[in-house]
């Protein structure tokens, strides 16, 4: 039998990524070209630089995916695309390049969301099992999924302001630490002998929502107040209380979504699931419990098509294909 090869295409955010997996599972090639270095003197992404860097890369990253996966242009299945949520400018080009795609190979088009991405980049390493929570963390996102059954899921809660990546670099930069700063803070947190102690966002009695925005004010009056005193930072300390903090209510929160929903599995998706502090909190919850805790390698966590394309392949098989008109959703909801 025919293998279904699904060209998948990712440009939501800074990275521009082409991908093609076999019959939903074995990535052929997953080209990932990062923007981290364009946007890292600005301190954060800059929406109209990452459009322009989009369509400066898609073109030879198309052929560089087909290239390294050995397959030619007539082999293609499906054509699929993230279409949101996102920054629209880039949405944009991704969209436009596979609709061209599309049009031109007379192929099915397919549209991801973002997030489900995330979720079934799982797949691509080991099947899921239902029913399941996930935990996606990154730049742009922190959300808590409920996974019903394949295709079938709902945000349970998110944050209310900042995401938890976002949070991470915005602290990171109050202590003069090069962008992205997450990494730079964990690092730091591991350095630290004793925490400077932040306040947690519980929020609401039974909420499964998120606030980094408190925590983060609270962090940047110390440096301040330190400042102004002309004291030296104590960055150590306060990147591990910080840390700290993000961690009892990310972890807190998954665990008990992972009770009530009676999960069998709990995932861990997006760059800060690089978070070593964060691994070693949900792998030791998770063990007490024997929840089986499931983290794909970091190249699979952070942005990449493939993901796009494991997801893609549940809609394929469901034939649920996207007409030509298909539009870019910066707010798309699941
Ligand atoms: O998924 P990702 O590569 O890009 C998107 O945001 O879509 O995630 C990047 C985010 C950045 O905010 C970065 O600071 C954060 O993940 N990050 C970390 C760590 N590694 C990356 N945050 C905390 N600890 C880390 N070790
Ligand atoms: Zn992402």
């Given at each position: 039998e025919q293998p279904v090869y699904i060209l998948a295409i990712e440009t939501s955010c800074d990275e521009t990524s082409v991908a093609i997996v076999e019959n939903g599972t074995r990535i052929r090639s997953n080209v990932v070209s990062s923007q981290v270095e364009t946007h890292r003197r600005y301190g954060g992404v800059v929406p109209e630089i990452a459009s322009r860097q989009h369509v400066e890369s898609i073109t030879w990253m198309l052929q560089e995916a087909l290239e390294q996966a050995d397959v030619r242009l007539e082999e293609l299945s499906a054509i699929a695309v993230?279409?949101?949520?996102?920054?629209?400018?880039?949405?944009?080009?991704?969209?436009?390049?596979a609709k061209a795609l599309a049009f031109a190979l007379e192929l099915p088009l397919i549209g991801v969301h973002h997030i489900a991405g995330h979720i079934y980049a799982n797949q691509l390493v080991q099947p899921l099992e239902y029913p399941a929570v996930a935990l996606v963390v990154s730049g742009g996102h922190t959300e808590l999924v409920y996974l019903e059954s394949e295709g079938?899921?709902?945000?349970?809660?998110q944050t209310r302001d900042d995401a938890v990546g976002e949070a991470y670099d915005k602290v990171a930069r109050a202590l003069n630490l090069p962008y992205p700063g997450g990494p730079h803070i964990d690092r730091l947190a591991h350095e630290a002998e004793h925490e400077i102690e932040l306040p947690r966002a519980w929020l609401e009695g039974d909420s499964y929502d998120f606030s980094f925005s408190g925590l983060k004010s609270a962090m940047l009056n110390v440096v301040n107040q330190s400042r102004m005193r002309g004291e030296a930072l104590q960055s150590a300390q306060l990147s591990l209380?910080?840390?700290?903090?993000?961690i009892d209510v990310l972890v807190t929160k998954a665990m008990r979504a992972a009770a009530e929903f009676g999960a069998k599995q709990l995932i861990l998706a997006g760059g800060v699931a690089a978070n070593r502090g964060l691994r070693a909190a949900l792998a030791a919850r998770c063990e007490e419990i024997g929840l089986p805790l499931i983290v794909p390698p970091l190249s699979l966590c952070t942005d990449n098509a493939a993901m796009i394309a494991a997801a893609a392949f549940l809609k394929w098989n469901k034939r649920e294909f996207a007409e030509l008109d298909l539009k870019a959703e910066p707010l798309l909801s699941l």
């Open positions: 993230t279409n949101g949520p996102g920054l629209v400018g880039a949405l944009l080009v991704g969209v436009a390049a079938k899921f709902r945000i349970i809660g209380g910080f840390q700290n903090s993000v």
